[in-house]
């Protein structure tokens, strides 16, 4: 074990191991997210922007380059350009002189003609060919749809050490929202003794019933082990060719199946609790990068010794501009990328993406702006995503009149107030 250790800030020390080495992360970024409504209209969840300048797959993949695990193949799916060019343009950076890599792999129908990917199972084993050719000892099975930052190399250690057949990483969810993940318990040695997918009763864990243990939906499999069980999964026509509802509930029953939780694996600062977040709700997605406009984020993305790596335009630094009594530009308890301009406007707890462009006079709060976006003069918007490439009239009011935005836009029960170029009347045929 070669420890990454940080003296100066007291950080626990990264796992960068031949255990590392000798993996290989398949990440599942082939869904929908149709709970973001139109924001997924012309791109995959993992590919939504987040956070001021990455995309929701940059977390996953930053914590694979972060942990030494530098072969990862890419499952992808729906409506998945957009993705593809993201992870072309900043995800090519890898050597494969050193058989280091980022493998894009789209759904082709190698198994079987009449079908695209039916299950997250069914997504590895179509490429399973491709995951042999590796020949890792370990395989670690990922989501790319969510957010948090996390060290694989000490799940992978634990997997190891328990001489585990397959290590499902969980965390404490509440009761009252357990029903939407899979659902554990073990016993003092952290062995699953039962695995439930999505139970409409969840069993709450012993000594305290308002949480549960639920699957991150990330798993460590001894390669061996799981080529056997993808197979036997894909021969049972009764199968739904899931890791939550099929793989894992097989394997509980009959093999060493171990859970570490993850405030064991997380990365963050000494005394904060494990962040991760699930943004598949158009409520939570707003609430997360919300998180991020605090003064003390949860998640801290100043973190030199993990960095969050992405794609980004070569755009100037952000401009305020104008200092008249009423037309200030400013920007208060906000985040703004480059190649923004706040030309006479005023930001409060909002979050501007890079190239968006801000007409005096207007007033945005609580608000996300995705990238390439026009405000009009005089516009006031608050509780807004507005997603790339809209262009706001001059004097438009969004978020303060919900029934009157209930017309036009997309509101949620909470009223965050979605906003498209489709519901604007604009021209889609835009990159993505």
């Not at 999505?198 to 949480?211: D, F, I, L, S, W």
């Not at 939550?244 to 997380?266: E, L, M, W």
């Not at 009149?401 to 021209?427: E, N, W, Y």
């Amino acid at each position: 074990m070669i420890p990454d250790t940080d003296r100066k800030t007291g950080h626990e020390p990264r796992f960068v191991s031949q255990l590392t080495r000798n993996t290989f992360a398949m990440v599942l970024a082939g869904g929908r997210g149709s709970r973001l409504r139109e924001l997924t209209d012309w791109r995959s969840k993992p590919a939504v922007p987040f956070g001021g300048k990455f995309r929701i797959i940059d977390f996953t993949l930053s914590n694979c380059v972060n942990s030494g695990v530098r072969r990862v193949g890419v499952a992808t799916q729906y409506k998945s350009q957009s993705l593809i060019r993201h992870l072309q343009l900043g995800w090519s950076f890898l050597d494969g002189r050193l058989g280091e890599f980022i493998e894009i792999m789209p759904a082709q129908q190698q198994v079987d003609e009449s079908q695209w990917y039916i299950g997250t199972a069914d997504a590895v084993f179509q490429n399973l060919r491709e995951v042999r050719h590796a020949s890792p000892e370990y395989v670690l099975v990922l989501s790319g749809d969510h957010i948090y930052r996390m060290d694989y190399g000490r799940i992978l250690a634990a997997h190891a050490e328990h001489k585990a057949d397959v290590t499902v990483a969980c965390i404490e969810v509440p009761i009252q929202i357990a029903h939407e993940f899979g659902v554990m318990s073990v016993d003092e040695d952290n062995r699953i003794m039962e695995f439930d997918e999505k139970p409409a009763r969840p069993q709450h864990m012993p000594g305290n019933t308002e949480v549960a243990l639920a699957s991150m939906g990330i798993y460590v499999f001894n390669a061996r082990f799981l080529f056997e069980q993808l197979q036997r999964d894909a021969d049972d026509p009764k199968s739904s060719h899931d890791f939550g509802k099929d793989v894992i509930p097989h394997c509980v029953k009959r093999y060493r199946t171990y859970a570490q939780n993850f405030a064991d694996s997380c990365v963050g600062d000494p005394g904060k609790p494990a962040y991760w977040r699930d943004v598949g709700t158009l409520d939570a997605y707003w609430a997360a990068n919300m998180d991020l406009v605090q003064v003390t984020p949860q998640l801290n993305l100043y973190d030199h010794n993990w960095p969050i790596w992405t794609w980004q335009p070569q755009d100037p630094p952000a401009k305020f501009v104008f200092d008249d009594e009423a037309r200030r530009g400013s920007a208060i308890d906000s985040m703004v990328s480059g190649g923004c301009i706040v030309s006479g406007s005023i930001l409060r707890r909002t979050m501007l993406f890079s190239g968006v462009h801000m007409h005096s006079y207007s007033l945005i709060e609580d608000s996300i702006v995705l990238p390439n976006v026009q405000i009009g003069r005089s516009c006031t918007l608050k509780k807004c995503i507005i997603d790339k490439n809209c262009v706001i009239p001059e004097g438009t009011e969004i978020g303060l009149d919900i029934a009157a935005d209930r017309k036009r836009f997309h509101v949620t029960p909470s009223g965050i107030t979605l906003v498209t170029r489709v519901m604007l009347g604009q021209d889609v045929n835009v990159i993505r």
